[in-house]
């Protein structure tokens, strides 16, 4: 398992991601949250890939926010 925790400014899922067992760190509107990448991606999927931006570009990312859909899933550190 890829136990490096990266660290990036916005809430992300992404098609290149999946399986790689990742674990992100997010900086988004004043708090931090972390988050098992594959685990939301099983979760939120069947709803993410009837987004545009899905359908385009297989991934989707927020910098302003982790979505409603995306809360119950990241845990707030």
Excluded: T
């Amino acid at each position: 398992m890829n136990e490096e925790i990266k660290r990036i400014n916005y809430f992300r899922i992404a098609e290149d991601d999946f399986g790689l067992r990742l674990l992100y760190r997010v900086s988004v509107a004043g708090s931090e949250y972390i988050y098992e990448h594959d685990y939301v991606y099983n979760m939120l999927i069947d709803k993410y890939k009837e987004k545009q931006c899905w359908k385009d570009y297989r991934y989707y990312h927020n910098s302003n926010n982790i979505p409603k859909d995306a809360v119950k899933f990241v845990r707030e550190v």
